[in-house]
Structure formats: structure tokens, C-alpha cells
């Protein structure tokens, strides 16, 4: 078998697959804001690289206008920082919530 072949099937196989908005948005901040290789990201997720060219290309061109973030799933390295943030909060409102229960003693305790 030769090489041009062995291209032409596997881009045979991967014709007509369709990806949702949600993974396309996932895959393209993987190259953008993550800094992976597009030749990577195809390679390892099976996505042709045309493709997935043409995705960041759309993102950069949107980018370039409004950026509507809630509707775009996170990457790793956000999701951890969203976490990070997420648990200092919660970890400064246990502490508020300490200090009001030690308040409200205090003043119970006046009263009585």
C-alpha cells in the first residue's frame, strides 16, 4: 500500500463526522490559551488538521469582536484556577462565619 493510500482512507473514515460548538470551543482554547500544538491536538483527539485550522482561524476572527465566555467549556489549567478562587472564597466566608458566631455569643451572653 502506499503512502497517498494510507492519507486517503484515514481521511475517508473522518469524513463527515460532526463536532458540537462545545467541543470545538474546547478544542480550539486547548491551541490558543493552553498552548498546545494544533499538529498534536489532531493527532491525539483524531480531528483532521484542515479542520481544526479552520476553527481557530473562525476563533481568532470572533475573538476580534465580542467574547461571550459562559457558553465555552473550560480548559484545565481554568478550571483550576476557577477552583482555586472558588475555594479561597469559601474559605473566607467560613472564616466570617466564625467570627458572627463568636459575636453573637459575645452579645447573647450581655443580654443574660
Do not use: C
Not at 3 to 12: C, F, H, P, S
Not at 23 to 38: F, M, Q
Request: hydrophobic residues 30%; positive net charge.
Amino acid at each position: 500500500m502506499k503512502y497517498n493510500e494510507i492519507t486517503m482512507k484515514k481521511d475517508v473514515s473522518t469524513m463527515g463526522r460532526s463536532y458540537t460548538p462545545e467541543y470545538k470551543a474546547y478544542v480550539v482554547k486547548l491551541i490558543l490559551e493552553e498552548g498546545r500544538k494544533a499538529t498534536e491536538v489532531s493527532r491525539d483527539l483524531e480531528i483532521p488538521y484542515g479542520t481544526l485550522n479552520k476553527w481557530v482561524d473562525q476563533e481568532r476572527k470572533k475573538r476580534a469582536g465580542i467574547w461571550e465566555e459562559e457558553d465555552i467549556p473550560l480548559t484545565p489549567s481554568e478550571y483550576k484556577k476557577r477552583l482555586a478562587a472558588i475555594e479561597k472564597e469559601l474559605q473566607n466566608s467560613r472564616e466570617e462565619n466564625e467570627i458572627l458566631k463568636k459575636a453573637m455569643h459575645i452579645f447573647t451572653k450581655n443580654r443574660e
